[in-house]
């Protein structure tokens, strides 16, 4: 059971280079379960604008001095060495009333998530220190003069000031995509549960694998802190609207126009499909999925379901099968083994959760569940901040507001019929913006309907029916690749969404020049940029390679008898390589003309080198294009430039983008595309 013999102990913040607790002795804080005091917190007399300086003039600098692949690789490592670590935290995670299952999402989540990012980084960005956004944009006829959008990080600090309910999730999912982005990040926790978060900064700075500089945590309030920002800086906010309306609005932030992305209130939906009645697989997993919704870390989700929304045939079987379960739901002490839901954060949270549910009777009567009683399993009901489950029902949705607008953090939800898809989907708008809704429902056509018209209103929807009811990740679970946040009341701010939310912590730029600089700034190779045609590039290791260095081959005449050959032996006949009269009928073509992978094929023939040398491996090719008709009596050739090298961090290996441009007798590029391959660092290659 629970270790109450733990001495509480006095939360410190990580600033300046160091470990400093705040002037006094704290304010306490209490275990959620049992009332007794875990720790004490207090940032009072820090010096909140050195912190800030800190970071931009330690921590910044040196994360950018880091390749995008190098800054991933130390988070990977943070990643596996907590995810060993992390049993320490799913005991301090007690004291916050969330059961082991509840922490699942908070700890191996968060730190799955941080783990995630740092694969998706490698895998999907460059190893460099700018990103490139988009293709080239050519300005003048002779193509001397063109643009490429940049993206470099901001030189500021990231201040991430979270909620209570996620204290490492919360964390992490930010401070991953700042650190990837080259940007320090200051973290102020929830007070409420700041211990947790603490623990798990300590044990990152203990490793010494992120610079100085790179990640500070203040436990307490932020004090002057928000005066100081500047345009630079990012300020990132998850809570209630009210606090985040008031901290957007800081004079420094706006007088600085400084990002501020906003995660509040949101009265997220779940909408039953009309298809989807008693007796069919969607409904089982709507109940399923509400009730889970509901009793998870005891409804104090940012995602969980508020409003359930269901056909009006449907709703007297959806009351009834909801209470069945949620009657049904253990409440205890979050270590008890037979308990599925525990406590809310503190007994302050409780009443307001039991103010809310008052707010939401003017309009709502309940039909499950006792806000003022709870049947515990273990615990005690004075000091514990435990609440059953509370099911109301709205009589008239179409005309209520409260139940639109009230979020009651904890295990509530409203249960509201519609009759036809269209008010469904207007009820589920009456929430004015929401971080995510789901539907269930087997029939295409409904979920076409429904979906198009939340999306709008949402930042992530979820379809559930029987074919995904196995695989699917369910309605309240932000995935790092998916994006999370909502419009309107959701806060109208963007989380994760895999390397998007990398990019928010960028600086995106338009740079127009001479390609031969704008290659330059970029490290990519564009066309008009100098070259260099020294001698084969597959001869030269990454060592010795450069952007620019290209190949201009030989011409190779295209046959009758190659187009013949190569159709009878791809098996590839179609009428345009083998009908003069049926090619000469279709639009694009005057006569037969050759298959685009034969010319992608002689492209090969043509500048590949064929011993074996530093290029290892072909993986494929980007954005290939057919664009001219190539006829029999053609003359091909092919310019190859290499545009891109990403050395790999932990390989004798690096990834090669070649420019591969196919042109015909007439200088017409008849294909275009970039090739991949491997190329080693060194060559020959180290022996093994
Ligand atoms: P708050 O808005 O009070 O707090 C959120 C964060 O802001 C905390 O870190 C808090 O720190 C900080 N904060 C509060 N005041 C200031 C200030 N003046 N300057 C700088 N930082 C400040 O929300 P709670 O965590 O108390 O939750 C209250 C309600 O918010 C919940 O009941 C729920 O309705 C909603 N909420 C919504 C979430 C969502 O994602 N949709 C998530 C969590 C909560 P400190 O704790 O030290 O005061």
Known sequence: MLDTAREPRRLKSYVLGDWRAGEGAGKPLAHAATGETVAFIGSDGLDFKGALDWGREVGGPALRKLTIHQRA???????????????????????????????????????????????????????????????????????????????????????????????????????????????????????????????????MLEMEILPAGALQLVCGGVGDMLDHVTGQDIVTFTGSASTGQMLRSHPAVIANSTRFTMEADSLNAAILGADAGPGTPEFDLFVKEVVREMTVKAGQKCTAIRRVLVPREHEQAVIEALSARLGQTPVGLPDDENVRMSALASLKDRDSVRDKIRALQAEAEIVSGNPDEVNLVSGDAETGAF???????????????????????????????????DEAVALARKGKGSL??????????????????????????????????????????????????????????????????????????????????????TGQWIDGAPVRSDRHPFRKSLAELRIGDQIITAAREVTEEDVEHFAHFTGDTFYAHMDSEAAKANPFFDDRVAHGYLIASFAAGLFVDPAPGPVLANYGVDNLRFLTPVYFGDSLKVRLTCKEINPRENADHGEVRWDCRVTNQDDEVVAQYDVLTMVAKTWPLPAE
């Open 387 to 421: 609440l059953s489950p509370v099911l109301l029902r709205c009589d008239n949705p179409m005309g209520a507001t409260a139940v639109h607008e009230v979020e009651a953090f904890g295990p509530v939800a409203t249960v509201m019929a519609y009759g036809d898809a």
């Open 436 to 521: 995510v809704s789901s539907l269930f429902t087997d029939e295409p056509a409904v979920a076409e309907e429904i979906i198009l018209g939340l999306a709008p209103w949402h930042g992530r929807v979820l379809i559930g029916n029987r074919a995904s009811a196995k695989s699917s990740t369910g309605h309240g679970s932000p995935l790092a690749p998916l994006v999370h946040g909502g419009p309107g009341r959701a806060g109208g701010g963007e989380e994760m969404g895999g390397m998007r939310g990398v990019k928010h912590f960028m600086q995106r730029t338009a740079v127009q020049g001479a390609p031969g600089l704008l290659s330059a700034v």
């Open 73 to 203: 690789l130390m988070l990977k490592e943070i990643g596996i060495r907590l995810m060993e670590m992390k049993d320490a935290f799913y005991d301090e995670n007690y004291a916050t009333g969330a059961t082991r299952k509840d922490g699942w999402i908070d700890i191996d989540g968060g730190i799955g998530t941080m783990l995630t990012f740092a694969s998706k980084a490698r895998r999907e960005l460059p190893n460099t220190r700018v990103l490139t956004d988009g293709a080239v944009e050519p300005l003048s006829r002779d193509g001397s003069f063109s643009a490429q959008h940049i993206l470099t990080p901001l030189q500021g600090v990231a201040i991430h000031i979270n909620a209570f309910n996620f204290p490492v999730w919360g964390m992490l999912e930010k401070i991953a995509p700042s650190l990837i982005a080259g940007v320090p990040c200051l973290v102020k926790p929830a007070s409420q549960t700041a211990y947790l978060t603490e623990l798990v900064v300590r044990r």
